[in-house]
């Protein structure tokens, strides 16, 4: 059974940067699409970014010139790295993944939770003024 686990979340002062990791180790798919998500209590999840196989990218709006995300591919992690930390981006951040390689559909659609049927179970970011 595929499993994500995250790890990395942590308390943090605005202004601080944070790195996210999540390990796919039993995906063993070749071609595939990667992404985090985060969602605050009682709202829809919010794609952030996302990063195919072939490791090219696309960052949501919130995102853009203040995270990074990538891949090592032998180690099988994911990873996110939050610079410039505000306390909008407090959230629960999960990582998702598809066997699908989805990133034409999400440069015309954005990054959604309609493309990815694997789910973590996420992990706390929270970031304080």
């Known amino acids: 059974q595929v499993q994500l686990v995250e790890s990395g979340g942590a308390s943090v002062q605005a202004g601080g940067s944070l790195t996210l990791a999540c390990e796919f180790s039993?995906?063993?798919?070749?071609?595939?699409?990667m992404a985090w998500f985060r969602q605050i209590p009682g709202q829809p999840r919010e794609g952030v970014a996302a990063i195919d196989s072939d490791g090219a990218t696309l960052y949501e709006d919130a995102a853009k010139g203040r995270f990074n995300i990538t891949q090592d591919k032998e180690k099988k992690t994911l990873y996110l790295k939050m610079n410039d930390l505000k306390p909008e981006d407090t959230a629960m951040y999960i990582c998702?993944?598809?066997?699908?390689?989805?990133?034409?559909?999400?440069?015309?659609?954005?990054?959604?939770?309609?493309?990815?049927?694997?789910w973590g179970q996420g992990t706390q970011v929270t970031v304080s003024s």
């Open positions: 039993k995906y063993a798919r070749t071609r595939y699409s």
């Open positions: 998702a993944a598809d066997i699908k390689d989805r990133m034409s559909a999400m440069r015309a659609l954005g990054v959604i939770p309609a493309f990815f049927a694997t």
